[in-house]
C-alpha cells in the first residue's frame, strides 16, 4: 500500500460496498483476520483483501497506510481480544495469571495471524492499555519501578514466545501435527532402558505433557519466582 492514509474524521465514504457493508477500520480488520485464518500469511495483500470486501483495492489507503500498519492494526486486535470481559481484582499473583493465559489463549485460537504478529510492537491503543495495566498490577502488589518493569519485560515475554511457538504448531497442516505427536510413540517410546533409562522411566508422562501447551507451567513457574523478588511489605 502507498502511504495515503486518511485522517478518522476525514474518512466520508459512507456508501457500501458490492457487498452491502459500509467500509470500516473494524470490517476491514475482522475480514483480514479471517482471510490470515483460511490462506496465512499470503492472504495480506491489498488485491485478496479488497476482494473478500467487495471494495476497490485503493479504498484500503484510506485506512492503513501500508500492509505493515495493517498487520499492527491485526496484532493489536489480538491484545484487545485478551483484555475482553477482564478486570483487575488487586491481587496482583491472579491477575497476572489471567492476563497471561488470556494474552496466550487470544494467540492460540488466531495461530495464523500469531505467526505474522507475535513479536511486533504496536504502539496502538489495545496494547498501551495492556502495558499500563500489567506494569499497574506490578506497582500496586508492591514491586518497586525498576523491578516492576524487568517483570514486564520478562512476563510479556514469554507469554508471547509461548504463544507464537504454540501458534506455528497449531498452523501447521493437521498431517504435519500428527506425524510430530506420533514421533512420540514411533521413537520415544521405543527407546531402550539401556541406552536412555530416563526416558524410558519417564515415557508415559512425557508422551501425556508433550501433547498440551507448556505455557501454563512455565507461567506459575514465573510468578514463583516473582513472589520470591517481591519486597516484604507490612502485614506480610
Known amino acids: 500500500m502507498a502511504e495515503r492514509v486518511v485522517p478518522e474524521g476525514r474518512r466520508q465514504r459512507r456508501r457500501p460496498t458490492k457487498h452491502g457493508a459500509v467500509l470500516s477500520e473494524r470490517l476491514i480488520i475482522e475480514t483480514a483476520l479471517r482471510l490470515v485464518a483460511q490462506h496465512g500469511a499470503e492472504a495480506l495483500s491489498v ?3 479488497g476482494a473478500a470486501l467487495g471494495a476497490d483495492p485503493s479504498a484500503l489507503y484510506r485506512y492503513f497506510r501500508n500492509t ?3 498487520l499492527l492494526a491485526l496484532a ?3 491484545i484487545g481480544r485478551a483484555q475482553e470481559g477482564w478486570a483487575v481484582t488487586g491481587d496482583w499473583r491472579a491477575d497476572l495469571r489471567a492476563i497471561g493465559l488470556r494474552i496466550h489463549a487470544s494467540y492460540r485460537s488466531n495461530p495464523q495471524a500469531a505467526l505474522l504478529a507475535a513479536h511486533r510492537t504496536t504502539g496502538r491503543p489495545h496494547e498501551t492499555r495492556a ?3 500489567i506494569l499497574g498490577i ?3 502488589g508492591g514491586f518497586p519501578d525498576a523491578l516492576a518493569v524487568r517483570i514486564y519485560h520478562a512476563f510479556v515475554d514469554q507469554a508471547l514466545a509461548f504463544a507464537a511457538q504454540d501458534a506455528a504448531a497449531l498452523a501447521l497442516p493437521r498431517a504435519a501435527q500428527d506425524a510430530d505427536a506420533e514421533v512420540w510413540h514411533a521413537v520415544y517410546g521405543r527407546l531402550s532402558a539401556d541406552s536412555h533409562p530416563n526416558i524410558a522411566a519417564t ?3 512425557l508422551a501425556a505433557d508433550m501433547r498440551v501447551s507448556g505455557y501454563p507451567f512455565a507461567l506459575e513457574l514465573m510468578l514463583g519466582a516473582v513472589a520470591a523478588l517481591r ?3 507490612d502485614g506480610d
Open 47 to 49: 488485491r485478496r483483501l
Open 68 to 70: 505493515d500498519a495493517l
Open 131 to 133: 502495558v499500563e495495566t
Open 203 to 205: 515415557f508415559p508422562l
Open 76 to 78: 493489536d486486535e489480538l
Open 231 to 233: 519486597p516484604a511489605a
Open 138 to 140: 506490578l506497582r500496586s
